[in-house]
């Protein structure tokens, strides 16, 4: 196999040199009746542990497939250590947030309610759907995590201790993002809040600013919707203190 | 009127003091019957040359409203001088891209056909109606720009010869786009490239590298989709090198 087979799977079997791995029926009917794969063809697996590996088809039927990985191709590493928390939203725009979320390298997204928020439910399954498949196709090596929706006053309560917040909003002494992120040290654990299109109330508003380790980010004098918040937030700082320093993948 | 009316509209009409304007039969239907609004009901308007203004609804019917222009609430500005140049793509992920391209102040869209472009065509009235709708609520006072596919070949033909040329590829000395914005001098024209997710052809990256004043930059280790791409390289030069300096509109 000359070069990396361009059809990924995200996998929970563990990977390993002379491993036998079966393919769920979904994984099996994709690459069989939509991209029809015989045996012999190769996939590229990853299970966001054991790195990532070639596998080459031994058997494929009606809801099955047999695959014995090959090659390691890729050591495992993670996306950097950044948290999108945000404020639920309507169904397609939630979709858009958390596919571009996992492309920009989000490590957790965390719905989190505030007292403006209008969407309350989030459909766990459907996520996971999307955020895997977007993994797949962005070449990471790992999945974010899915938290299930908790209200604000909860979400900050857990935060851990020391781990920077940085609060997306339209108030107070907020300064650019650019700034506040170049203060930031690279690569340190960081939470990025995007609240809702209405905006935090005083309540919430007071809540953050009574936490140490709290900055607070504008992001330009447009008003942004809250999917383009929190993806412009994740930009700018995988941009300046995430991993965009590196090279993309070799690419033929 | 104590505060800034709700609900903007972009509209042709000159706008200035006493003027009276009438609305478009879809602007007033929306008034009329989404919001329900009745005479004497203040709008925001803006037609991307007076500025911004309220305005008194004076008289509203079933397709028609006439409104009286009131006060000058903001002067008028454009966004940045940032165009984006983008390798078409399917319908609703061009509208998200078009959609937050304006959220996110970039002045000029143009749609470039590549060669490993899947979709060539464009369809203007639909893409104009969501920058209008986009331009609205996300408070800029302008329009982006809206322009016709065009070829590669012929797009950087056309190219103004002063203009920096941002080019968002995976090849060659590509460097991170953070580092390649930050050597642009602040709010200097400038116009970002997406290329088609098949990439763009040795004939292509012969074309951009034979430029002067083009640069190359990267988007980070993952594989970006390309209204990902279009969105994070507009979102980070807005962010070191645009208008995010700025403060957010006062809100209440």
Redesign the interface.
């Known amino acids: 196999m000359s070069e990396k087979p361009a059809t990924r799977l995200f996998v929970e079997s563990d990977l390993a040199e002379g491993a036998v791995v079966g393919l769920s029926p979904d994984h099996a009917h994709f690459l069989r009746s939509v991209l029809r794969l015989e045996p012999g063809r190769w996939v590229t697996l990853f299970n966001g542990r054991d790195g990532e590996w070639s596998a080459r088809i031994d058997g494929i039927g009606k809801g099955w497939a047999s695959l014995a990985v090959g090659d390691h191709l890729r050591t495992q590493t993670s996306c950097p250590d950044v948290w999108l928390y945000f404020a639920p939203i309507k169904r397609a725009r939630l979709d858009?947030l958390v596919q571009?979320a996992t492309?920009?390298?989000v490590r957790r997204i965390q719905p989190v309610v505030t007292q403006r928020t209008i969407v309350e439910r989030v459909k766990g399954d459907r996520l996971s759907a999307n955020v895997t498949e977007a993994a797949e196709?962005?070449?990471?090596l790992d999945l974010p995590e899915i938290c299930e929706p908790v209200r604000l006053d909860r979400a900050l309560a857990d935060h851990p201790e020391g781990r920077t917040l940085v609060a997306c909003v339209?108030?107070g002494d907020?300064r650019?993002?650019?700034?506040v992120v170049s203060e930031l040290p690279p690569g340190a654990p960081v939470t990025l809040l995007v609240g809702p299109e209405g905006?935090f109330t005083p309540e919430e508003r007071a809540l953050l600013e009574n936490r140490t380790n709290a900055r607070f980010a504008?992001?330009?004098?447009?008003?942004?919707?809250a999917?383009?918040a929190g993806?412009?937030a994740l930009?700018?700082w995988?941009?300046?203190a995430?991993?965009?320093?590196?090279?993309?993948?070799k690419?033929a």
């Not at 196709?137 to 990471?140: G, K, L």
């Not at 650019?176 to 700034?179: G, L, Q, S």
């Not at 504008?218 to 008003?223: D, E, N």
């Not at 995430?242 to 993948?249: L, R, V």
């Open positions: 858009f571009k492309e920009l390298g196709q962005c070449e990471r339209e108030f907020a650019p993002i650019a700034e905006g504008g992001l330009g004098p447009r008003i942004l919707r999917e383009t993806l412009a930009t700018v995988q941009a300046l995430g991993d965009w320093a590196e090279s993309p993948p690419r």
